[in-house]
């Protein structure tokens, strides 16, 4: 077999494992959507009336229409963060130390989880967005547009997905990933997610405008709702290309270190 082939078979005998863990342990990827969920919720049915009202003319339609892009960032950050759990947890078990001394594409052993988190991410966000039309999320997409949605989803999924891998290496306890992965949770909140950042103050205004989720939640509300875009596609595909370089170039570091096999 050629090298690229051998590649992809490894990586897919590694997302077999991964799917097999996600069947024997539901609960993490339940948990990975009911997160979004309750914050779906919670932002259209207990504060949606009076933000809707507040922002005026700032927001066309619903305010689910508006705050649904948030909300599948913040899935895909939920669905990565169980991601580092679970690396993490290989860690600790030594299972790592033992594909480290095995004839195998090295990075196969991160790409597994890395494919199965993408593909948990795009389920996710298709079972919020159907649970969002049950509450009244009336897009205007075009096939298109949905399609360049799912794209830039799993370009989100995976960026995250590298980066919560190289958490889940970098901790010494689950507690520990968990803990880095949940920066991914947070950011949203001082984004574009809930309310448009003009509203904000000067200084949170400056950092909600210039950090990566902001542009990724903008594109995806273009999209869904036909509303000019600007440069903010660009801007969230550069962002999510950064992203996805920086986390799977930190993650096979440590994936390498005090390893008895080259690289």
Not at 90 to 95: A, L, N, P, R, Y
Not at 126 to 134: E, T
Request: charged share 10%.
């Amino acid at each position: 077999m050629t090298a690229p082939s051998l590649a992809f078979a490894d990586t897919a005998t590694m997302l077999r494992r991964d799917v097999r863990h996600a069947v024997r342990f539901p609960m993490v990827t339940i948990s990975g959507l009911l997160v979004p969920v309750l914050f779906l919720l919670l932002f259209d049915g207990v504060f949606g009336h009076t933000l809707r009202a507040g922002l005026g003319s700032a927001v066309s339609g619903g305010y689910i229409n508006y705050v649904l892009p948030g909300i599948l960032v913040m899935a895909a950050a939920s669905v990565a963060e169980s991601t580092a759990l679970g690396v993490n947890a290989d860690m600790g078990e030594g299972i790592i130390t033992r594909f480290r001394t095995m004839a195998i594409w090295r990075p196969s052993v991160l790409a597994g989880p890395v494919t199965g988190s993408v593909v948990r991410t795009l389920i996710t966000g298709a079972a919020i967005c159907l649970f969002a039309l049950v509450l009244g999320f009336s897009p205007n997409a075009t096939a298109l547009n949905w399609l360049a949605a799912i794209g830039l989803f799993a370009l989100l999924g995976m960026a995250l997905s590298w980066l919560t891998v190289a958490f889940g290496l970098l901790a010494k306890t689950p507690a520990g990933a968990n803990s880095l992965s949940l920066i991914l949770l947070v950011l949203p909140f001082v984004s574009s997610a809930f309310v448009p950042t003009a509203t904000m103050p000067a200084g949170v205004r400056a950092f909600a405008e210039y950090q990566p989720f902001t542009s990724v939640i903008d594109t995806f509300r273009s999209l869904l709702t036909r509303t000019p875009m600007g440069n903010h596609g660009i801007v969230a595909v550069a962002w999510c290309a950064g992203i996805a370089a920086v986390g799977f170039l930190w993650a096979v570091k440590l994936y390498n270190r005090d390893s008895p096999v080259a690289s």
